[in-house]
T-cell receptor, first 112, second 112 residues
Framework: DVKVTQSSRYLVKRTGEKVFLECVQDMDHENMFWYRQDPGLGLRLIYF???????EKGDIPEGYSVSREKKERFSLILESASTNQTSMYLCASSSPGGAEQFFGPGTRLTVL | RKEVEQDPGPFNVPEGATVAFNCTYS??????FFWYRQDCRKEPKLLMSVYSSGNEDGRFTAQLNRASQYISLLIRDSKLSDSATYLCVVNPASGGSYIPTFGRGTSLIVHP
């Protein structure tokens, strides 16, 4: 069974903290994505990676960075967490060429 | 104009009803199309792909209309368990980095 896992289901952090969200997939997919999902706004792409060490900015990259040192792992970093980054964060992976995306269970991050 | 648009609903229907959702897209060169289902507080999961010739899976039928640039999802004989948010996804033309575009979702509530 294909799997995308995320390091935490729930996370509470304080304003100004550095936050790491980890995502691991076991399907040998080239593409990996980080989204955030907020009520009424749908899924918004933060960053996309199509290969190890390669990344592209999505629609809302400000305040975030990413790291992909290994094919199976894609990390999202909040350099200095702010309250407006409280959200559900979803990681996904896919094969190249517009194939189906597989999502992780999500991390609900609260920044106090 | 948003790239992918959906009526957010909610569509409130009784068990056994037939319900249909549409999703319009703006990029006429889009290559592949999907419907995802997302349950409350869960990750999106692929419901079905949408092919040019249409696609049927049990009570679910997906259609693509390239001329009018929309995809549709028809659910027959609705069940309580069909209550969810339905997301349409459009993948761009080949040659790009295949970043899919998600609609904001249509909420379906099936009541007894």
């Amino acid at each position: 069974d294909v799997k995308v896992t995320q390091s935490s289901r729930y996370l509470v952090k304080r304003t100004g903290e550095k936050v790491f969200l980890e995502c691991v997939q076991d399907m040998d997919h080239e593409n990996m994505f980080w989204y955030r999902q907020d009520p009424g706004l749908g899924l918004r792409l933060i960053y996309f990676s199509y290969d190890v060490k390669m990344k592209e900015k999505g629609d809302i990259p400000e305040g975030y960075s990413v790291s992909r040192e290994k094919k199976e792992r894609f990390s999202l970093i909040l350099e200095s967490a702010s309250t407006n980054q409280t959200s559900m964060y979803l990681c996904a992976s896919s094969s190249p060429g517009g194939a189906e995306q597989f999502f992780g269970p999500g991390t609900r991050l609260t920044v106090l | 104009r948003k790239e992918v648009e959906q009526d957010p609903g909610p569509f409130n229907v009784p068990e056994g009803a037939t319900v249909a959702f549409n999703c319009t897209y703006s990029n006429s060169a889009s290559q592949s199309f999907f419907w995802y289902r997302q349950d409350c507080r869960k990750e999106p999961k692929l419901l079905m792909s949408v092919y040019s010739s249409g696609n049927e899976d049990g009570r679910f039928t997906a259609q693509l209309n390239r001329a009018s640039q929309y995809i549709s999802l028809l659910i027959r004989d609705s069940k309580l368990s069909d209550s969810a948010t339905y997301l349409c996804v459009v993948n761009p033309a080949s040659g790009g980095s295949y970043i899919p575009t998600f609609g904001r979702g249509t909420s379906l509530i099936v009541h007894p």
